[in-house]
């Protein structure tokens, strides 16, 4: 039967087990891990914005009376 994993963190490359931090270090990582999460989405909304950018330019252009 498989062992179950305690749960981990790795900072600066040492590993520590979550249920011995303390609850100020648990809260700092759980804040920390939100940051990095709503960091990734609003990667991933720029990313759909600067796309929706060409794709409007493109149609401005496409709209523009020949020169």
């Not at 963190?9 to 759980?30: H, M, R, T």
């Not at 999460?37 to 020949?66: D, F």
Request: glycine share 4%; hydrophobic share 45%.
């Amino acid at each position: 039967m498989a062992e179950q994993q305690e749960a981990k963190v790795n900072i600066d490359g040492v590993e520590y087990l979550i249920k011995d931090l303390s609850d100020e270090a648990k809260g700092q990582l759980q804040s920390l891990q939100f940051v990095e999460s709503e960091l990734a989405r609003l990667k991933a909304q720029v990313a759909i914005t600067s796309t929706a950018k060409i794709a409007y330019q493109a149609g401005l252009k496409a709209a523009l009376p020949e020169a």
